[in-house]
T-cell receptor, first 114, second 110 residues
């Protein structure tokens, strides 16, 4: 089945620094990938839709200048949290879909900003 | 109106019982339906997909779809403590965009 790899699984960074998270589809091409954020005991919140070769589509309330998304190839999307602050600490999850066959999620990245 | 609605629970069932999870959706054009399980601190994992009306069984799991009533459910037979997790319903409209419910928390009591 479809496999989505996400890296790193856990990162701790200092306030004000930037963190890059990678999401790769390993055995299929994904023209679209999705980035979610999940706070403890809360549901998934879609942040943005990453489109290969074009700009990402951000959900309302998500700052595109803070959460930079690059989808330069059919198998890789990156999310960069710029100038991270403690309130950005969360569980970030990417996903991709083989058309119509459901989402496959990456293993997630636990970001802690200190 | 939310696209996909689930009762957030928590739902508690004794070990060995049947757990019933329900999901309703608003768009009649929805084409495919999925159930995901998410353990605390982990990513969701796909457990069932269903595309046509009726029941689909996979081991202890049965997905039920009723497009006329716009609901999809998941039954877990012989529930085990390891089934304790949050279950997310997802609905696909056009092959690309998926909508998730907020999830139902299930606890199976030994």
């Amino acid at each position: 089945g479809a496999v989505v790899s996400q890296h790193p699984s856990r990162v701790i960074c200092k306030s004000g620094t930037s963190v890059k998270i990678e999401c790769r589809s390993l055995d299929f091409q994904a023209t679209t990938m999705f980035w979610y954020r999940q706070f403890p005991k809360k549901s998934l919140m879609l942040m943005a839709t990453s489109n290969e070769g074009s700009k990402a589509t951000y959900e309302q309330g998500v700052e595109k200048d803070k959460f930079l998304i690059n989808h330069a190839s059919l198998t890789l999307s990156t999310l960069t949290v710029t100038s991270a602050h403690p309130e950005d600490s969360s569980f970030y999850i990417c996903s991709a879909s083989e058309r119509g066959y459901g989402y496959t999620f990456g293993s997630g990245t636990r970001l802690t900003v200190v | 109106q939310k696209e996909v609605e689930q009762n957030s629970g928590p739902l508690s069932v004794p070990e060995g019982a049947i757990a019933s999870l329900n999901c309703t959706y608003s768009d009649r054009g929805s084409q495919s339906f999925f159930w995901y399980r998410q353990y605390s601190g982990k990513s969701p994992e796909l457990i069932m997909s269903i595309y046509s009306n009726g029941d689909k069984e996979d081991g202890r799991f049965t997905a039920q779809l009723n497009k006329a009533s716009q609901y999809v459910s998941l039954l877990i037979r012989d529930s085990q403590p390891s089934d304790s997790a949050t279950y997310l319903c997802a609905v696909n409209l056009d092959g690309n965009q998926f909508y998730f419910g907020t999830g139902t928390s299930l606890t199976v009591i030994p």
